[in-house]
């Protein structure tokens, strides 16, 4: 499979592309608002996200009496700012933001300004991937498979637990402040929050993908580029905001000797193996090994904040601040749900190549005799 994303933070919609997706299975554009919707939560998100952006999708194409056709699937998300703004670009700005696109953007296209950067650069092209993500994750669903996020440090303060179990994580999928599991370090990440808006700061933070029932044998380690580990990571770190990523326990037991840093083998009683730590995530040399797929995503505080960094007015060459319009302060919970749809293209990808481009019926069997 593959997808394009198309359209910019205030133009008429965001256009997202699927094709080679599966026929046969049933989508309504209410399980992709659901997701749309999930992105906007999250204590901290700033007033687009609060007012503006309330996302609707429409499926143009691609979709026969409510079952995909197996031919490219369209996807519409309006952009609500354009009708607010009466269809009038977004006013430019004299002075780069530090660690947003504006400045290489700039010099990479050639434009005269900074705004037409900002345009696609901006976070808000995530819909587009989070609608894509969720056709992926409604075809992951119809398998047994699920995928969902938690957010483990905000601020500086970390979860200290409980286990992030399936049954744990359906219960913090909508509707919490921060979809962390850790009640008491969820208050103080909120009260954290808080005091950032008060400084006109930003904060960052780490979320984590867990994907339950992932049969062994995804991914391959013929060729680097497609090892599934590889493909995860950088799908991780292509989220705006998102500057590292972490297959299972990978930071920890990098300060470990080997004894304590792998997932050893032992009988299940059964003629198989079972494994008591999942230390590697559910990946091995690039395939999947039965066990949950764990990932983290690193995300960076956003660099549109009212405090401003150091700049340069690029028309007066005199220093001033970054500019500033309005902006989230802690996107981490958002950040998790984008994660989650590039985790679950990654791996409904990787199971149609796996098992071959077929209709749903299909490819339910063939999923059932590589699982059995």
């Known amino acids: 499979m593959r997808y394009l994303l198309a359209g910019e933070s205030h133009g008429r ?7 080679g997706f599966t026929a046969g299975l049933r989508l309504r554009e209410s399980d992709l608002d659901y997701e749309l919707a999930r ?4 204590y901290g998100r700033g007033p687009r996200a609060q007012s503006i952006e309330t996302d609707a999708c ?56 900074f705004a037409p950067v900002a345009e696609r650069a901006s976070a808000r092209s995530t819909a587009g991937v989070v609608a894509i993500g969720a056709c992926a994750k409604k075809l992951l669903h119809d398998l047994g498979i699920e995928v969902w996020s938690h957010t483990t440090a905000l601020g500086g303060l970390t979860a ?20 962390c599991l850790d009640r008491a370090a969820e208050k103080a990440m909120v009260a954290r929050i808080d005091e950032a808006r008060a400084e006109g700061v930003t904060l960052g933070g780490v979320t984590e993908v867990i994907a339950f029932g992932v049969p062994a044998g995804l991914g391959t380690y013929a060729q680097p580029d497609r090892r599934l580990d590889a493909l995860l990571a950088g799908a991780l770190t292509s989220i705006p905001s ?20 792998h997932d050893e083998l032992f009988p ?32 960076k ?34 950040a998790g749900v984008v994660a989650e749809a590039v985790v679950a293209w990654e791996l409904a990808d990787e199971l149609i190549r796996t098992l071959g481009e077929c209709p749903l019926d299909e490819l339910k069997t063939r999923f059932d005799r590589m699982t059995s």
């Open 301 to 334: 505080p956003i660099s549109t904040q009212r405090k401003g960094l150091r700049s340069v007015d690029l028309k007066t060459g005199r220093p001033k601040r970054g500019s500033w319009v309005r902006s989230d302060i802690c996107v981490v919970p958002a």
């Open 242 to 261: 998102v500057k590292a990523a972490e297959i299972g326990d990978g930071v920890i037991v990098s300060s470990r000797d080997g004894q304590s840093a």
């Open 13 to 19: 919609a965001l256009v997202s592309v699927i094709e």
């Open 58 to 113: 429409l499926i143009p194409a691609g979709l026969w009496k409510g079952r995909t056709l197996g031919s490219p699937l369209a996807i519409v998300i309006k952009n609500r700012d354009f009708d607010a703004r009466g269809g009038k670009p977004h006013p430019d700005w004299p002075s780069p933001r530090p660690g947003h696109a504006d400045l290489p953007g700039r010099i990479r296209y050639g434009y005269d300004g």
């Open 160 to 179: 200290a637990g409980p286990e992030p179990t399936l049954r744990r994580l359906r219960r913090v999928r909508s509707g919490t402040p921060l979809r």
């Open 268 to 299: 299940d009683g059964n003629g198989g193996v079972r494994r008591e730590t999942n230390r590697a995530g559910g990946l091995e040399g690039g395939v999947t090994n039965g066990e949950p797929v764990r990932a983290r995503a690193y995300v």
């Open 39 to 42: 992105r906007l939560e999250g």
